[in-house]
């Protein structure tokens, strides 16, 4: 029966976990997380981006607000909390809690006028368990469930609040099963006074975990909501700490994220079934409060190659879309052709303004065209004495009811049709030609063509102006009375189109200054126009398409935040860490062979990457405008990744791997794995040793009870004997049938005296104790104030 | 009337006035039959504005009658026949002043509408 699981990571590191958890989850069943699981990560730094997978992130943030400091202090003091260290010792951090403990503590119990901080995180983890225990399966519905945290102890937030916060758990779920944490310690002091803050921190954190682990202390505490906290039990049931180190002393884990990685792999391995086989076996140990474990695996990286290629496909997408030389047709590189489109656009545009002048024939119910009929015709019958003042006041601005004031109340429909079928250009080119900057000079030519139109309009007299159009009009009165063709019956038909000539005249007097501002607003920086049309649309403008190019440049190249290049740099960086003990085995022998392989499969029936694998036939205009410009870089970074996955895996370009093939034929780094899972991730004193006694969880988890079983006897019948993990011992094979493309060796760890037994446990006391000299820009107590959160010093 | 047309013979200032008339009038009765005719069959689908369509209708009448015109000259040629025509006599030309203004009127109006046409096609002449 599962067990209802939430998983809450703390902090920046906290969140990196769950994004390992996530993505192992997914390699495994093909979705973030079961249904019984939750994940939730409290942050202090509005910054930090959750990493993804192809199916949507489940990691939920709970943003606790540091703002306001000093008011969220005093409001703590007020709730009668003795630790609030005084006001002008806090910092006002602009990242998270920058380092200060009792500023991540004090962000915590916290409100200012933005929100209240400890309200935020109860519901948030109340919100959690109840999701956790689905109303869909009622068989754990009443499941006690079990609680995670995780992160580490070395910022601000992770070692400022993790105690409070299982506290804080321990109040909101009543009747909670197990609470654990797992926190990452830093490694052993390269350089201990360059990061003296990370290591007192941590030291601090622990120091303060030991001062309420005892039985004889009193956690007591007033809540923001009036109610008391007051209990000697153990803020957590064991805390698991882990590092970059190893105890046998192999080389550390070269990076975090490594780290992050092994601690990932733990909680997912927790997740599906680890965690009730280590309970089985821990239920006979003697009760500790701190553990550690040792972590390896032989792993195919499937979901790895799956990103990496899905980050070259969209890499080959966006450049496709930003190549200012080039665009694809019809499955061919070609220049882009300038002299082409300003032919099209000349086309179009012409089209385009005669439709706008044909809209502005009709007003309502009544056709201009027909209204000028019979002004003819009543001239032509000498209906009208004085014709030429009687087409005056037609046409004049000066009248409140004639045709002017008819086309000024109906000048809309036709700016609406410029609008709206310049839109349809630019999405049109778009959505063919997949470049945008194809698209931006097809409108840098609609903005000539706009201009040409307008002074070729200017040179024939027209303006804007009534003042002007008064003059105009007088002139083209007199002309009608010019050369009337009478003699040759001719002149109805002349008469009546010289009229019309007034009126188109007319038309181009009211839309000139539309024209001027449709063509500004391509071009300038001002808030777009919008027709007024059934469905309104946004003019397009050629600086939304600089805006656009520079996104789109970051999400290939950024070296700061999400991009694909980045993300590929991660993964060949993992794939290659040689400190992780996880081996990487291929179908074909290596990482870049494997995504050759990869890559030709897909392209077998492909030439080059389409919109359409990302958004179908949906409008690339609409996709890359209306998304707001500063997430456009992560929105197209989490589609490109999500959507090229997505179709890797549908047609199947990376085939899962029986990792014990690999390790029958190649036994000896078989067995160099599973050792490295003997080697727990803590570097220990010398004359320490961890328990080893059989009540300790140490097995082998793979897809089936067969293939593990297969692997020990190998490893057992070889040269070497191998029989670390006893074939004899049934506790030893785990089989969880999603596990595929790894073998996990695992070995755990408790009775660990983390301020005795790890190695640099002096060092982290001395600048714990006592400020380094290197730090000059605060006091002795500045930095005890800065390290200290919970226990009561000063 | 085969006197008028066909006789390049000067005989005094009353005959030759009056045969100018009659030319300068039948010449506008044939052009205004054909710029007629034109009107209603020529750039009838054109986009042009009616008045040029017009105008250019009135340039190809002009052209149409000087064609007709070239006719008549063949025939009064043909008729009259070279050796009595005395091109080293000035009275000879006087004789046949009524044909020249035709002949060279209709070019030279051919040539002032066809400016004026220009005219009005420009940007800057079209109110």
Redesign the interface.
């Given at each position: 029966m599962a067990t209802p699981t939430v998983i809450i990571g703390i902090g920046t590191s906290g969140l990196r976990i769950l994004e390992n958890v996530q993505r192992f989850y997914y390699e495994s069943f093909g979705v973030n997380k079961p249904e019984y699981v939750q994940y939730m990560y409290i942050e202090t730094d509005s910054n930090s981006e959750v990493g993804i997978t192809p199916v949507e992130n489940e990691i939920k943030q709970v943003l606790i607000s540091l703002k306001e400091m000093k008011t969220m202090c005093k409001y703590v003091q007020n709730l009668g909390a003795k630790w609030v260290p005084p006001l002008e010792e806090l910092s006002i951090y602009t990242i998270g809690a920058g380092g200060v403990r009792p500023n991540g503590r004090v962000g915590l119990w916290g409100k200012n006028s933005e929100q209240k901080n400890y309200i935020k995180v109860k519901d948030a983890i109340e919100n959690a368990v109840r999701l956790a225990r689905s109303p869909h399966n009622p068989d754990i519905t009443d499941t006690e469930p079990a609680i995670f945290v995780t992160g580490s102890l070395t910022g601000g937030t992770g070692s400022g609040i993790f105690i409070d916060l299982a506290y804080l758990i321990r109040k909101t779920v009543t009747n909670i099963g197990e609470l654990y944490g797992l926190f990452l310690l830093p490694p052993i002091p390269s350089d201990l006074e360059e990061k003296a803050q990370y290591y007192a921190n941590a030291y601090g954190a622990i120091n303060d975990l030991n001062y309420y682990n005892r039985s004889d202390t009193l956690y007591h505490e007033t809540l923001p909501d009036g109610e008391e906290i007051e209990t000697s039990d153990a803020p957590f049931g064991l805390t698991q700490l882990i590092s970059q180190n190893y105890v046998k002393g192999d080389p550390a884990i070269s990076t975090l994220n490594g780290l992050y990685k092994m601690a990932g792999l733990y909680l997912f391995l927790n997740m599906i079934g680890v965690k009730e086989h280590r309970m089985a076996r821990l239920v006979d140990a003697p009760p500790s409060h701190y553990g550690t474990f040792g972590l390896s695996g032989i792993q195919f990286p499937k979901d790895q190659i799956q990103e990496y290629i899905a980050a070259q496909l969209s890499t080959s997408l966006v450049e496709r879309w930003n190549d200012s030389n080039q665009y694809i047709l019809q499955g061919n590189k070609e220049n882009i052709p300038r002299n082409d489109i300003a032919e099209i656009v000349k086309m179009e545009w012409d089209s385009i303004i005669t439709d706008a002048f044909h809209i502005l024939d009709s007003v309502g119910n009544i056709t201009i065209k027909k209204e000028i009929i019979e002004i003819t015709n009543k001239i032509i019958d000498k209906e009208i004495p004085d014709h030429s003042k009687y087409l005056f006041e037609k046409f004049t601005s000066r009248s409140t009811n004639n045709i002017y004031v008819a086309l000024q109340d109906n000048i809309s429909n036709a700016v609406n049709i410029i609008i709206d079928r310049i839109y349809k250009l630019n999405n049109d080119i778009l959505n063919r030609t997949e470049n945008i900057h194809y698209a931006k000079i097809t409108l840098e030519y609609v903005t000539g063509f706009i201009d040409e139109t307008n002074k070729?309009w200017q040179?024939?007299?027209v303006s804007s102006f009534p003042k002007n159009w008064e003059v105009?009009l007088d002139?083209?009165i007199s002309?009608i009375n010019k050369?009337r063709?009478k003699?040759?019956l001719?002149h109805q038909?002349?008469l009546s189109?010289?009229i019309y000539?007034i009126f188109e005249?007319m038309k181009m007097h009211f839309l000139s200054s539309k024209l001027v501002d449709i063509h500004d607003n391509i071009l300038n920086k001002e808030q777009s126009l919008r027709s007024t049309s059934k469905i309104p649309l946004k003019l397009p403008k050629t600086e939304t398409y600089d805006k656009i190019a520079v996104e789109l440049a970051k999400v290939i190249n950024d070296k700061k935040s999400m991009s694909f290049y980045k993300r590929m740099d991660d993964i060949k960086q993992d794939i290659n860490d040689n400190t992780l003990p996880i081996l990487r085995v291929f179908h074909y022998g290596s990482f870049d062979d494997e995504l050759n392989y990869a890559l030709t499969e897909y392209n077998r029936n492909y030439s080059y990457p389409s919109k359409v694998d990302l958004i179908q036939n949906d409008s690339l205009w609409e996709y890359l405008s209306s998304i707001d410009i500063s997430s456009l870089q992560s929105h197209v970074y989490k589609d490109g990744i999500t959507k090229f996955r997505d179709l890797i895996k549908d047609k199947n370009c990376v085939n899962d791997y029986d990792v014990t093939k690999y390790i029958k034929e190649n036994l000896e780094n078989g067995i160099r794995i599973a050792k490295k899972a003997t080697n727990v991730f803590l570097s220990i004193k010398e004359g320490y040793t961890l328990d080893k006694a059989h009540y300790l969880p140490r097995f082998v988890a793979g897809s089936s009870r067969n293939s593990i079983e297969e692997v020990l006897r190998f490893f057992k019948n070889s040269e070497k004997p191998f029989d670390d993990f006893p074939i004899s011992d049934p506790k030893t094979i785990l089989p969880l049938p999603n596990l595929q493309n790894i073998l996990v060796f695992y070995d755990e760890k408790t009775g660990l005296i983390p301020l005795e037994m790890i190695s640099y446990a002096d060092r982290m006391k001395r600048v714990y104790d006592t400020k380094p000299k290197n730090i000059l820009d605060i006091s002795e107590e500045q930095w005890k104030i800065r390290t200290r959160a919970y226990i009561p010093e000063f | 009337m085969e006197d008028i047309f066909f006789d390049a013979t000067y005989s005094n200032l009353q005959q030759l006035l009056g045969r100018i008339i009659i030319f300068l009038i039948l010449s506008g009765l044939l052009l205004y039959i054909i710029f007629f005719v034109f009107s209603k069959l020529l750039f009838r689908k054109s986009s042009h504005p009616k008045e040029i369509a017009l105008r250019l209708s009135f340039l190809w009448s002009l052209f149409a009658y000087f064609i007709v015109f070239n006719i008549y000259i063949f025939v009064f040629i043909l008729k009259t026949g070279l050796d009595s025509m005395h091109w080293t006599n000035l009275k000879f030309y006087l004789g046949l002043i009524a044909q020249f203004i035709v002949f060279f009127g209709t070019i030279c109006f051919f040539f002032i509408k066809r400016h004026s046409l220009t005219k009005i096609i420009n940007e800057k002449s079209i109110i």
């Open positions: 070729f040179s024939i007299g105009s002139k083209m002309e050369n063709y003699y040759i001719e038909n002349l189109e010289k000539s005249f | -």
